[in-house]
């Protein structure tokens, strides 16, 4: 695996909040309406980013059997960010999460870590788009907060491959939301999923490699250390 670099977590930040204050001109061209980007939610996102880039740090495996429970802590991170008496609140609904993340048959993590080890040999890319196809897809692989977190599962992946995250920007926000519409909208399993979501798949990793930013981009310059779970 590549030598690890650290995100630059203020350069998330900037990039994110030049979305945020274009989302209602940005919203006019998605196909389907979004929920406001408040600072709640970037906060969280942005809690999100700190700590995949612990994950890629500490060379933690989401698709080892033994760790695939970190990918609740996304979740959960997404939705409700660290603080623990937020944490309290959504405590009925994170257990319920738990419960659908290991439970659901159809769309559990079973499903994913199944579908992941058939492709473990593609492309970064391919894998990357092929995880975010699995979780976004009917029946969704967490209650709520999908598209962010699987959003930050591809950034996870692209990171262990020594590429840039996947981080949202005025230049791809369209390119990201709409398809994202059509593969919530799209079922994993049936006669019609055989043949849609692989065409799905192939269109949003070309569009995720297209959209690569610079090797550089969104990561430190330095290597030196910063606290556990910093955000600035």
Known sequence: MPATRRLDLSAVERALREVQGRFA??????TEPRDPFTDEV????LEGYALIDEYVAR???????????????????VLCGTDPARRREFAQHLVATEEQFFNNVEGGIKDLYNWYCSYRSDSVWKRAAGVYVRILSKPQLFIEGNNRTGSL??????????????????????????????????AKHGVK???ELPKIKKKYAAFLEAQAPAPD???????????SGEVR
């Open 25 to 30: 001109a940005l919203s006019r061209h998605f």
């Open 153 to 186: 599962i591809v950034s996870y992946l692209l990171m262990r491959a020594g590429l840039p995250p996947f981080v949202l920007t005025l230049d791809n926000a369209e390119g990201y939301f709409n398809p994202s519409s059509v593969i919530r909208n799209s």
């Open 193 to 195: 999923a055989l043949y």
């Open 42 to 45: 970037l906060h969280n996102v």
């Open 59 to 77: 060379g933690v495996d989401l698709f080892d059997l033994q760790q695939v429970n970190l990918m609740l802590e996304i979740n959960a991170t």
């Open 217 to 227: 981009a969104f990561f430190l310059r330095s290597a030196s250390p910063r606290l």
